[in-house]
């Protein structure tokens, strides 16, 4: 029953007592509403029950209600109600949107200041499958990322948080495999998408005499500082990259041999291009043959091609040549 | 005599193609390897030199580093 004012000697029915009694067990009589509504002093101590298919607002005025009166509001439409406060001020921990068969108490401290006490399902934001409960100013909901995603801090979202793709970091990804072939071989339209290119070449013979093996990027428009294995000076200027050491040639037929080339900022067009290498080869001795050359290939361009030479008058015979770009 | 081949591989179309070198890339293919050549016969006559520089002065190549440490 709505709030009464009672006077000394009154008698109460028996539908007062009932009244009264679901009243203080939380129940009581209730007010169905299917539009918007602006709360009144008779819903003190009464259930305001919203059942609209729309979206509604009940609106909570001041110097209606006395400290201490309550109205209990229920949403069981599908619509979500939203406690408006109106002239009254209205507190909360939870959210004052109501989902359908969310509900709650609303308490007048004072004349002016509502408190809203939401049953505890009235307080989940979650609607959806891998929502997570976060926090803005509010309770709120953080929608599920994409596949793949993390969940990054970021203080301009409105939690603090957002799913994002992970940079590629320390990843390898294989640009080509190429057949050494012909005298030379050429590897051209390198992606400039990576940090890095690294070069694995194994296997290599060749139809020629024993000679030398060795890489010019970009087609020779480029030299190279490098310090040898087998140079006594520190500093020795070549226009290719030989993959050999100075004393003994690579054997033509023997295909245990296996180089690689790290050539890092690769793709930069302001600075040197610095590399390391190394590898081993069967030689002319015949033995294997360590290899390492480090240095900077001189060129501001990108590096967009690789070729391959053979000297000895002949041609390659076999040798795999991988380009991958790393970041 | 036909130039030597050389193979292209573009990694973009991942076409390949085959032709004779040019005139030009013949000559600095030429011109690299004759490079190579006498780069590497200068370093085997230094040691050839050294070689023999040590066996007149009958001492053996660490005796040199110590000499000359």
């Known amino acids: 029953m709505a709030k009464q004012t009672f006077t000394t000697g009154q008698v109460l029915t028996a539908a007062q007592m009932t009244s009264l009694q679901q009243t203080a067990m939380g129940g009581g009589s209730t007010t169905a509403k299917t539009t918007s509504y602006v709360l009144v002093a008779a819903d003190a101590g009464t259930v305001v029950q919203m059942n609209a298919a729309g979206a509604t607002t009940i609106t909570v005025n001041t110097a209606l209600f006395s400290a201490g009166d309550t109205v209990q509001i229920q949403n069981v439409g599908a619509g979500v109600l939203t406690i408006t406060a109106g002239t009254a001020t209205v507190s909360t921990s939870a959210t004052l949107a109501l989902k359908q068969y ?226 | 005599m036909a130039n030597p081949m050389v193979t292209i591989h573009n990694t973009e179309t991942n076409e390949i193609i085959e032709r004779e070198m040019t005139a030009q890339e013949f000559a600095a293919y030429n011109a690299e390897e004759n490079a190579e050549i006498a780069r590497v016969a200068a370093i085997a006559k230094a040691t050839t030199d050294k070689t023999a520089l040590l066996a007149k002065l009958g001492i053996t190549a660490d005796e040199a580093k110590l000499l000359l440490s």
Request: charged content about 10%.
């Open chain 1, 102 to 327: 969310d509900a709650g108490t609303l308490y007048f401290n004072t004349t002016s200041a509502a408190f809203f006490f939401a049953v505890d399902a009235a307080d989940s934001p979650l609607t959806t499958k891998g929502d997570l409960y976060t926090y803005s100013t509010v309770n709120d909901r953080l929608a599920v990322g994409t596949n793949a995603q993390v969940l990054t801090a970021d203080s301009t979202a409105a939690t603090g948080l957002k799913w994002a793709t992970p940079a590629a970091s320390g990843s390898m990804t294989l640009l080509s495999t190429t057949t050494l072939s012909s005298t030379s071989t050429t590897i051209s339209g390198i992606s400039a998408a990576y940090q890095d290119l690294l070069i694995l070449v194994y296997g290599k013979t060749n139809s020629g005499a024993n000679g030398s093996f060795y890489l010019k990027p970009n087609d020779g428009a480029v030299t190279l500082v490098e310090l040898n294995t087998n140079t006594s000076v520190i500093s020795y200027t070549a226009d290719p990259l030989y993959l050999r050491n100075d004393t003994y040639a690579v054997d033509a037929t023997s295909a245990v041999n296996s180089y690689q080339i790290l050539i890092r900022n690769y793709a930069n067009t302001v600075a040197y291009k610095p590399f390391t290498a190394s590898g081993a080869y069967t030689s002319d001795r015949p033995g294997i043959d360590p290899w390492f050359s480090n240095g900077a290939v001189k060129t501001n361009s990108a590096i967009s091609s690789l070729v391959f030479y053979i000297t000895g008058g002949g041609s390659f015979t076999a040798g795999t040549v991988k380009v991958y770009g790393v970041n």
